[in-house]
């Protein structure tokens, strides 16, 4: 379900679930995190790549697993999504996202932590949190204010509406736009320009521009656990799951 490649001390993990948007289920959490640990320690890895295939990015968390998990009735895997997430925050060397189609929850969220995003022109990102009745997760109610502002991260966190690679760009949580069939290209540039680089340096260097961000990162982390232990299973979180496996609109009129 993912494809890993190595070039150029660039390792590219690029999710390989096409006709699922590349929603991360629970093999796919396991299988990303094991890539990223082994990259943290492997010698010959300077700079991971994260991309999708088909016509998506990710569509973040599989709706149907968490809806399974909320019932009881999931196996978690090894690692799972706290395990991905640790290993991704201490993840010690640069990590480059490129976008390439529909960046969904996860999918959206992940950019704000990502040392350096690329997005195709033609790609766009919805934080579905509000209409899943759920809260923000993967520390974005911290990351989204920090990096473009809080009435753009309230927009994008709360509306649940498409956010286009324009308005991306315009609100800074993308680092470059790129033509689509020039996206790969444009990012392996600039992967390779830090991968030329000392892997102690580049390590050293995140290190110390992220060290201040990561006890807020963690206290939003535990925040966001805390809204979720409150909101999965609530009559709202319900009615949105229900919704989705009827594919009409949920209808939380008469239950807040």
Known sequence: MIEITNSDRIRTIRLMRPEAKNAMNEAMWDAVTEALL???????VAVVVFTGSGDSFCAGADVIEMAMRNMGTLDSGAHGFPGFADAFLDFPKPFIAAVNGIGIGFGATILGLSDLVFMSTTARIKCPFTSLAVAPE???????PRLIGRQNATWALMSSEWLTAEQCDEMGLVFKLCAPDELVDVTMEHARI?????ISS????????????RPQIDAARAAEDAAFGVLMGAPANIEAFAAFAEKREPNFADID
């Open 38 to 44: 082994d990259a943290a320690v492997d010698r010959s």
């Open 138 to 144: 993967f520390a974005s109610s911290y990351s989204f």
């Open 194 to 198: 830090l991968s030329s680089k000392p």
């Open 202 to 213: 580049l390590i050293e260097s995140k290190r110390v521009m992220t060290a201040a961000m």
